[in-house]
């Protein structure tokens, strides 16, 4: 089955503890991204990748990190998070053309106390 | 920059009735592509519709379809026949170009709520 399969689905941590939330996807897809949903803020950018070693920063990267070692992983990095990043985290990928649409992977809500 | 603007942070109807959620769009583009996104309680962001701009003809899939006003910056999502399990928050989103690859922008979202 296609699919992007993202972890941890919930995650409560601490301020200033790094955790990781990775991104996987099965479908050769080169373009790659994560987003952060608020409330009445919709979807926001944070990072995304263009292909394996190329990636770059969204609307809200502050705080973030992210690599791309490989085509189909894409994992989200905090080093140190605060608690105005708690929210619902999604990544997603395309294909390069990107008029199908993107993949959307099932969310992680993180929660930083 | 591209924004887009959902007016409706919520709405209401009964089982069966025909309900239109609005979408406006800022760009200076020309070529590119509109979505719409639903998000049921389960929180999976599933796709609805897709409308590529240089189409004239409006986007239909079953119950679902979109009136795409290109001079207007307009994509309103049409739900025929509501049923209950179309109770979600959806998101429009507009999409382009950018080095080659596809950068995704979404509105606000309207939350639905389909009543028996």
């Known amino acids: 089955e296609a699919q992007v399969t993202q972890n941890p689905r919930y995650l409560i941590t601490v301020t200033g503890k790094k955790l990781t939330v990775t991104c996987s996807q099965n479908?050769?897809?080169?373009?790659m991204s994560w987003y952060r949903q608020d409330p009445g803020l919709g979807l926001r950018q944070i990072y995304y990748?263009?292909?394996?070693?190329?990636?770059d920063k969204g609307d809200v990267p502050e705080g973030y990190k992210v690599s791309r070692k490989e085509k189909r992983n894409f994992p989200l990095i905090l080093e140190s998070p605060s608690p105005n990043q708690t929210s619902l985290y999604f990544c997603?990928?395309?294909?390069?053309?990107?008029?199908?649409?993107?993949?959307f992977g099932s969310g992680t809500r993180l929660t930083v106390v | 920059a591209q924004t887009v603007t959902q007016s409706q942070p919520e709405m209401s109807v009964q089982e069966a009735e025909t309900v239109t959620l609005s979408c406006t769009y800022d760009?200076?583009?020309?070529?590119?592509?509109l979505f719409w996104y639903k998000q049921p309680p389960s929180r999976q962001m599933i796709l609805v519709i897709r409308q590529e701009a240089y189409k004239q003809q409006n986007a239909t899939e079953n119950r679902f379809s979109v009136n795409f006003q290109k001079a207007a910056k307009s994509f309103s999502l049409k739900i025929s026949d509501s049923q209950l399990g179309d109770t979600a928050m959806y998101f429009c989103a507009f999409s382009r170009k950018i080095q080659g690859a596809q950068k995704l922008v979404f509105g606000q979202g309207t939350r639905l709520t389909i009543n028996p």
């Open positions: 997603a990928s395309s294909l390069r053309t990107g008029g199908l649409g993107y993949t």
């Open positions: 990748s263009m292909n394996v070693e190329v990636t």
């Open positions: 479908m050769n897809h080169e373009y």
């Open positions: 760009t200076s583009e020309n070529n590119y592509y």
